[in-house]
C-alpha cells in the first residue's frame, strides 16, 4: 500500500527560529494536506495544496505540493510557544467519474513532534 | 459549536464487550470517515460514507467492527468482542467534497 515517510520525527527549536518539515510517497497524490494535532484532540486542517507545485502560506505557515507529486513541505517561520504539537502530512487520492472527481482516503505520515522553548 | 462532534470522548470497557460510538459531522457535510489512531502514529484510515452509502472499507475494519449512516446524517461505529488491541482513538471527520476533511475530537478507546 502507499506509505508516507515524514521528517523529522521530533523537533526541539527555540522561540523565532524557523521549522521545515517535509513527506515523501511512494506513490503519486493528487492532494496534499498538512494538520496539526494537541494531545487528545483530534487533527485540525492547516493547508490543503492541490496542484503539483502549488506553494500555499497560511498565515506564518507556508507548503508546497512537489512536482513530482510524491512530496510536500511544511514551514513554519518565526516560530511562538503555542506551535507545539504534533505535525502531520496527508496525501489523497482522487478519481474522476461520471459524478466529476472523487475524493478518497486520507493516508497520513507518522507526524513531527515539535517543541518550542521559550 | 458547529464543528464535527463526537460521543463519548472517552470509553473505557472490559475485553469482550461492544461498545458503540457516534458522530455528528458538519451540517450538510454529505462526506463522512472514520479513522483510527494509535500512540505514536498517524490517523489510519476505516471507512467513508457518502450520504448513507458506505461506499469504502479498510481491510483494518474487521468483522467485528461495523459503521453505520442510517439518514445520511449522523454515523456510529460499533465494536463488537473488543480486544485489547483495539484500545486507540478513533476519529471522524466530514467532508462536503472529500477533498478537505474535517476531524472532531474523537473518541479514546480503553479495552482492560
Known amino acids: 500500500g502507499q506509505q508516507l515517510n515524514q521528517s523529522p520525527q521530533s523537533m526541539f527549536i527555540q522561540e523565532g527560529e524557523d521549522v521545515s518539515m517535509n513527506c515523501t510517497s511512494s506513490?503519486?497524490?493528487?492532494?496534499w494536506l498538512w494538520y496539526k494535532q494537541d494531545p487528545g484532540e483530534g487533527p485540525v486542517l492547516l493547508i490543503a495544496?492541490?496542484?503539483?507545485?502549488e506553494l500555499t502560506s497560511n498565515g506564518r505557515l507556508t507548503a508546497q505540493f512537489g512536482i513530482t507529486r510524491k512530496d510536500s513541505f511544511l514551514n513554519i517561520s518565526a516560530s511562538i510557544p503555542s506551535d507545539v504539537g504534533i505535525y502531520f502530512c496527508?496525501?489523497?487520492?482522487?478519481?474522476?467519474?461520471?459524478?466529476?472527481?472523487?475524493?478518497?482516503?486520507?493516508?497520513f505520515g507518522q507526524g513531527t513532534i515539535l517543541t518550542v522553548h521559550p | 459549536d458547529t464543528g464535527v462532534s463526537q460521543n463519548p470522548r472517552h470509553k473505557i470497557t472490559k475485553r469482550g464487550q461492544n461498545v458503540t460510538f457516534r458522530c455528528d459531522p458538519i451540517?450538510?457535510?454529505?462526506?463522512l470517515y472514520w479513522y483510527r489512531q494509535t500512540l505514536g502514529q498517524g490517523p489510519e484510515f476505516l471507512t467513508y460514507?457518502?450520504?448513507?452509502?458506505?461506499?469504502?472499507k479498510s481491510r483494518l475494519l474487521s468483522d467485528r467492527f461495523s459503521a453505520e449512516r442510517p439518514k445520511g446524517s449522523f454515523s456510529t461505529l460499533e465494536i463488537q468482542r473488543t480486544e485489547q488491541g483495539d484500545s486507540a482513538m478513533y476519529l471522524c471527520?466530514?467532508?462536503?467534497?472529500?477533498?478537505?476533511?474535517?476531524f472532531g475530537p474523537g473518541t479514546r478507546l480503553t479495552v482492560l
Open positions: 471527520a466530514s467532508s462536503p467534497t472529500g477533498s478537505t476533511q474535517y
Open positions: 506513490s503519486i497524490f493528487n492532494t
Open positions: 495544496l492541490y496542484k503539483a507545485g
Open positions: 496527508a496525501g489523497q487520492t482522487t478519481r474522476e467519474n461520471a459524478g466529476g472527481t472523487s475524493y478518497g482516503k486520507l493516508t
Open positions: 451540517s450538510e457535510h454529505n462526506r
Open positions: 460514507f457518502q450520504n448513507e452509502a458506505q461506499l469504502e
